[in-house]
Every structure is written in structure tokens, then in C-alpha cells.
């Protein structure tokens, strides 16, 4: 009765194959849970450094959304003005309004009398406020004259102090503003002539070298007429492109070669397209430099291998019974592609469209080949006129040594990002609303 689990040779029985199915399912189903495991922690550890950045990002960038402001009473003082010269206009144009501020500080502080003081006491207000004078007299004559209260924008450097960016306990010599600005400062605080207000200047003015006066509007304005334009040159070509391959073509060795080119153009470094227009659209056709026109044209390059690829697959997704059906009720192909197939396909393409403008829109690179780096004050209104899109402008802030350009880069930066996340957030809308499943 002992002897039954052993053979003649007295050697024990073999397990069965149940028992070594069941062994070698958990060791499966043990490595299966340590992968999901290590996916799960590969997330968080990703998760965890975006949320970083963001953070990063938006603690840096936030405080550009306002400016701080002095209220000073100014008086448009016809003397300073001139407004009795024959050409009132052009005189007035010409003006001394940096002395208009200057009287105004004066009036604040009659205590400054030496050259040095003066200086400190000038540099509160910032250099654009002038600008800001000329153009409230150049709208409205009446002003000359009288006596006016206005919020006009500060010094970067005491925009920055007001904010909390530099430190008043170190030393003197150690941050930009000194004690005597600081005990300035604290009695225009004390009597309510310093607040932060809502910047509407980062959103309408262009760039500048002055931190306070530099806003995105110039490099949204050129980014809108680039995104325009490659969309326009793109996505019909990329649609026509697509039907044709997909649905017309012939199988041979000269389409798969096409399609071969097309791949490969889709995996092309972005740079390259930069340096290819550089030298066909501005060395050899001679389009302008520094334009959303050969910005767009550029850009048409690069997204173009998405949109036939994203089309190609959308048309591929339409079932073929759709087409024989058509077919068979007497349809042409031309009218079977274009009356039932195409538009069954083109959420997919509009889809992958959004998806190449998005990617369109945060490119630098070929952008900076074709020198829409240069420094662009004035805002674009044409697609001729040199401009900037929103990367390089990001690209040029960052490359700023003053402190001040660094929240305007952080803040430009949220407001790329939220224009990608809609656009993104749009692809997945269209897709979701307007995708069948068959």
C-alpha cells in the first residue's frame, strides 16, 4: 500500500498537467501584477512631474495677468505743450510729455531737489507713460490745459517689488531698487496712489524692451494669420490628397512609393522644413522675409503628411458596404466617394486637421529659419507684414535677463498651452459628436 505513488523502479509519479498549469498561472498572474504595478507608478511618477511644471509654470507666470500702477495728477500744461504753434498738431505730437510726469513726481515729492534724487524719483514710472500721455492728447486736444488723474504703469523693477519678486531685507546693494526708492514707495503705498491692476496691456500691446509695456498681441495676431493661411493651404491639399490615394489610385509601384515618401515626411525633423523654405520660398522666389505668408507656407509643409494620413484612415474606417450599396443603386464612383463616403470621413479628417494645426502652432523651429525671430513691435495686419508667432515670442522673453521678462514668459507660455488644450479639446469634441461606429 506504501509503494502505490511510485513506479517500478521506485522513482515518484510525474506531476499532472493540471498541476503545472495552475503552477506556471500564478507565476503569470504574479508577473501580470507587477506590471501593472510598475505602469501604475510610471504614471504617477509622470503625473507627478507634469503637475510639477504646471505648478512651476503658473507660479512664475500668474502675476504678469496684473501691473502695478501709480496715480499721479497730471497737468497738461499748454507751456510744456505748445499748443499755440501754428501746426498744433505736430507740436503737440513732439511734445516734452516726460516733463508732464516729472512736474507730477515734483508735486508728490517737493522735498527732491538734487540731480540724483530726481533720477530715483524719475525712475518710478515707467518710460512708456509718456507714450501713454501722447497718445490721450493726440485723441482729445481738450485735455490741454487741465488737470487729470491717472493710473499709469511703474518701473519693471518696482513692479517687481510691489509683487514680492525682489527681497527689500537684503542689502542695498544687492537688489535693483534702493532705500530711498523704498521709502518712497511706502508713502505712495500708505496714501493709495500704488495698486496692481489688471494688465489689459499684455494682451493688447505688442513686444518691447520695456518688461511693463511688452504684451502677445503682435505674436498672437501672427500666429492667427500663419494658423489661417496653413489651414487654408493644408487641408484641401491634404483631403484632395488623401480621396485620391485611397480611392482612386491605382495600385502599383508608383503610388506605394508615394505613400513610402508620405510616412517618411511625417517623421522628418520640423527644422528641416524651416531650412527647405528658407531656401524655395525666400532665397529663390523671394517672398518676404519674417512673414505669416511664407510662415503658412512653411508650416502647409510640415502638416500636410498628418492630414493625408489622418485622412487615409478615416476613409479607410468607412465600412465598404457603404460604397457597394451606393454602387449598386447606380452611383458613379466620383459620386458614391463624394456624396457618401467623404462625408461620413470628414469628422476623422477635421480631427486630424486640429490635431496638425495644433502642432503647427507650438512649431519654433522652421519658424526661426525663416526669420520670424526678428524683434516685431508694431502688430501685423496682413499676411506680408513681418511678424512673430507666440513660441518665438516665448523663445525671445526667455533669452531677457530682467526679472520681469520672466513672468512674462511663464504667462505666455499658460496662454500657448491653453490655446493647444482647446484645440485638443475641440479634435476630441468632433470626434466624440461626430463619430459613428459600424
Known amino acids: 500500500m506504501n509503494d502505490m505513488h511510485f513506479t517500478r523502479k521506485n522513482e515518484p509519479v510525474k506531476p499532472s498537467t493540471y498541476d503545472i498549469v495552475q503552477k506556471s498561472l500564478a507565476k503569470r498572474r504574479a508577473a501580470e501584477r507587477r506590471f501593472r504595478r510598475y505602469g501604475m507608478a510610471g504614471i504617477v511618477v509622470g503625473v507627478t512631474f507634469l503637475l510639477v511644471l504646471f505648478g512651476d509654470i503658473v507660479g512664475k507666470g500668474y502675476t504678469a495677468f496684473v501691473q502695478t500702477q501709480i496715480k499721479l495728477e497730471i497737468y497738461f500744461d499748454p507751456a510744456v505743450l505748445d499748443s499755440g504753434n501754428a501746426d498744433a498738431q505736430n507740436a503737440l505730437s513732439k511734445a516734452d510729455y516726460h516733463g508732464l510726469l516729472k512736474n507730477a513726481l515734483l508735486a508728490l515729492f517737493p522735498e527732491v531737489t538734487s540731480r540724483h534724487e530726481k533720477k530715483d524719483l524719475y525712475a518710478l514710472v515707467s518710460s512708456g507713460a509718456s507714450f501713454q500721455l501722447r497718445t490721450m492728447v493726440m485723441n482729445d486736444n481738450s485735455l490741454v490745459g487741465k488737470t487729470v488723474s491717472l493710473w499709469l504703469p511703474v518701473n519693471d523693477d518696482i513692479d517687481m517689488l510691489i509683487k514680492g519678486h525682489i527681497d527689500r531685507h537684503i542689502d542695498q546693494s544687492e537688489r535693483r531698487v534702493n532705500d530711498r526708492q523704498l521709502a518712497w514707495i511706502d508713502r505712495l503705498v500708505a496714501a493709495n496712489r500704488i495698486e496692481k491692476h489688471v494688465n489689459s496691456a499684455f494682451f493688447t500691446f505688442g513686444d518691447s524692451r520695456e518688461p511693463e509695456l511688452a504684451g502677445i498681441r503682435g505674436a498672437v495676431m501672427g500666429s492667427l494669420f500663419t494658423l489661417i493661411g496653413t489651414f487654408l493651404i493644408s487641408f484641401p491639399l491634404g483631403v484632395s490628397t488623401a480621396v485620391y490615394l485611397e480611392e482612386f489610385a491605382p495600385v502599383n509601384k508608383w503610388t506605394d512609393l508615394i505613400e513610402v515618401n508620405i510616412n517618411n515626411l511625417a517623421?522628418?525633423?520640423?527644422?528641416?522644413?524651416?531650412?527647405?523654405?528658407?531656401?524655395?520660398?525666400?532665397?529663390?522666389?523671394?517672398?518676404?522675409?519674417?512673414?505669416?505668408?511664407?510662415?503658412?507656407?512653411?508650416?502647409?509643409?510640415?502638416?500636410?503628411?498628418?492630414?493625408?494620413?489622418?485622412?487615409?484612415?478615416?476613409?479607410?474606417?468607412?465600412?465598404?458596404?457603404?460604397?457597394?450599396?451606393?454602387?449598386?443603386?447606380?452611383?458613379?464612383?466620383?459620386?458614391?466617394?463624394?456624396?457618401?463616403?467623404?462625408?461620413?470621413?470628414?469628422?476623422?479628417?477635421?480631427?486630424?486637421?486640429?490635431i496638425g494645426m495644433s502642432r503647427a502652432l507650438g512649431e519654433t523651429a522652421p519658424l526661426l529659419m525663416i526669420g520670424m525671430v526678428a524683434f516685431i513691435v508694431d502688430v501685423p495686419s496682413s499676411f506680408n507684414e513681418p511678424s512673430t508667432v507666440l513660441?518665438?515670442?516665448?523663445?525671445?522673453?526667455?533669452?531677457?535677463?530682467?526679472?520681469?521678462?520672466?513672468?512674462?514668459?511663464?504667462?505666455?507660455?499658460?496662454?500657448?498651452?491653453?490655446?493647444?488644450?482647446?484645440?485638443?479639446?475641440?479634435?476630441?469634441?468632433?470626434?466624440?459628436?461626430y463619430e459613428r461606429r459600424w
Open 267 to 354: 517623421a522628418v525633423p520640423s527644422i528641416v522644413f524651416g531650412l527647405l523654405g528658407l531656401a524655395m520660398f525666400i532665397n529663390f522666389f523671394g517672398l518676404p522675409r519674417s512673414s505669416p505668408l511664407v510662415g503658412c507656407l512653411v508650416l502647409s509643409l510640415m502638416t500636410l503628411p498628418t492630414i493625408i494620413i489622418a485622412g487615409r484612415a478615416s476613409l479607410k474606417s468607412v465600412p465598404p458596404s457603404i460604397r457597394e450599396a451606393a454602387l449598386a443603386m447606380g452611383a458613379s464612383q466620383l459620386q458614391t466617394v463624394f456624396h457618401h463616403v467623404l462625408p461620413l470621413a470628414m469628422p476623422g479628417m477635421l480631427t486630424g486637421a486640429i
Open 391 to 433: 513660441p518665438v515670442q516665448i523663445y525671445l522673453w526667455a533669452d531677457s535677463p530682467e526679472r520681469a521678462f520672466v513672468e512674462r514668459t511663464s504667462a505666455a507660455i499658460l496662454v500657448l498651452l491653453v490655446f493647444l488644450i482647446s484645440m485638443n479639446g475641440l479634435a476630441v469634441y468632433l470626434r466624440k459628436r
